[in-house]
């Protein structure tokens, strides 16, 4: 007495006297197999939640583990202090700013009305076209 591939599906397994395999009969008769529930993939006990793959058990417990980690990592990096190797702003020399550069061409300085500018844009667009005639 051995055992063979269902000659319908070539999945499952059946002895050497049957026909079928018991998923394919329910099939030719029209029936559905259905399971029930999926059971947790870490306890193999309980149904899984809807979208997860795990029991409400598991997943309370699990949220409950990160949320100490959290609070663990968060209380260890409010009691230590953070060195960036900079000196503090006491000990810091001051900049003196003065006026602007001497390479700095005068117009950026200024400040220009838009008025001006578009009159300035109209000037340089007729030079351009008189040049090209």
Not at 56 to 66: D, G, I, L, N, P
Request: include cysteine.
């Amino acid at each position: 007495m051995g055992f063979i591939k269902c000659p319908r599906c070539e999945l499952n397994y059946i002895r050497e006297e049957e026909q079928y395999c018991s998923v394919c009969k329910r099939e030719m008769k029209g029936e559905s197999h259905n399971d029930p529930f999926e059971l947790c993939s870490i306890c193999n006990e309980n149904p899984v939640m809807p979208g997860k793959d795990v029991c409400y058990a598991c997943y309370k417990e699990m949220t409950q583990q990160q949320g100490s980690r959290r609070d663990d990592e968060m209380e260890e990096s409010e009691t230590g202090e953070v060195s960036l190797g900079m000196e503090d702003v006491s000990e810091m020399d001051e900049i003196e700013l003065g006026g602007m550069p001497e390479d700095m061409p005068e117009e950026i300085g200024e400040q220009i009305s838009l008025e001006e500018e578009k009159s300035k844009e109209a000037e340089d667009d007729d030079e351009d076209e008189d040049e090209d005639s």
